[in-house]
């Protein structure tokens, strides 16, 4: 791995949240991820291994954060991702079609950080298009 040290990412008090690492000074981008599992799909992953697939998919990926819910009468989880490259969507939605019939949307995020950053874009964007 080189020079480059791993960075743990301060670690939620919500006990739902599931923690991965990411390089220092990396250049990933962060997506939001809605993954919505189908009630018959969810229904018998739960009777077959108690949702052991979510459990192997979660390892496999480490996100940087993960959380369940229930979202129009489906299970629904919600993930933020870290990606180096938009051909990494394949293998992060594959196995939640794969596995779970799921259906996955994906979208870029910004922390606050990453908003600041963009506020010179902002400021020009105001100047030529108002």
């Known amino acids: 791995m080189g020079t480059e040290q791993l960075v ?3 670690v939620s ?9 990411t390089l220092k000074g990396d250049n990933t981008m962060r997506f939001f991820l ?3 599992i189908p009630v018959e799909a969810g229904n018998a ?3 077959k291994d108690r949702f052991k697939s979510i459990q192997l998919i979660l390892e496999e990926q480490k996100p940087e954060a993960a959380y369940f819910l229930q979202d129009g009468g489906n299970r629904t989880a919600i993930l933020i991702m870290n990606m180096e490259d938009a051909s990494q969507l394949a293998e992060i939605v594959e196995p939640w079609f794969l596995a779970l019939n799921a259906s996955v949307e994906c979208k870029p ?3 606050a ?3 600041q950053k963009a506020f010179p874009a902002l400021e020009r964007a105001v100047k030529s298009f108002s």
């Open 113 to 115: 950080g990453d908003l």
């Open 8 to 10: 743990k990412r301060p």
């Open 45 to 47: 992953a739960a009777k």
């Open 34 to 36: 809605k993954i919505t």
């Open 109 to 111: 995020v910004m922390v």
């Open 13 to 21: 008090r919500d006990p739902g949240v599931y923690t991965g690492t």
